[in-house]
């Protein structure tokens, strides 16, 4: 898939990548190319939600990311940038939670 190169877009993309979501991220001349990661011939995101929408901005603090632990994984915005719930939790920071992941 192909998206404009923005720089939220780009940070969403790597941090998807680094959690092993996304196969291949490329960025050529103001284009993000990417592509999902399979297992099996299966895709590894089953299920995305997103969670902060411009009405209604979710935020959750570091308590609340320990007690939602499952199968999902969280993509939050922090002053360290856009990180998963298991990096915010080992950083103890919390921030605005962005999407919910299944794998």
């Known amino acids: 898939m192909e998206y404009r190169a923005e720089k939220q877009i780009i940070a969403i993309a790597d941090a998807l990548k680094k959690l092993g ?3 291949i991220v490329k960025k050529e001349k103001g284009i993000l190319t990417v592509s999902l990661a399979f297992k099996n011939k299966k895709p590894v995101i089953m299920n995305l939600r997103l969670i902060s929408k411009p009405g209604l901005r979710i935020y959750m603090g570091v308590l609340e990311i320990e007690k939602k632990k499952g199968p999902s994984t969280y ?3 922090t002053p360290k940038g856009i990180i998963s719930s298991k990096e915010a939790i ?3 920071i919390g921030g605005e939670v962005i999407a919910e992941i299944w794998s």
């Open 21 to 23: 979501f996304l196969d």
């Open 75 to 77: 993509l939050l915005t």
């Open 90 to 92: 080992k950083s103890r």
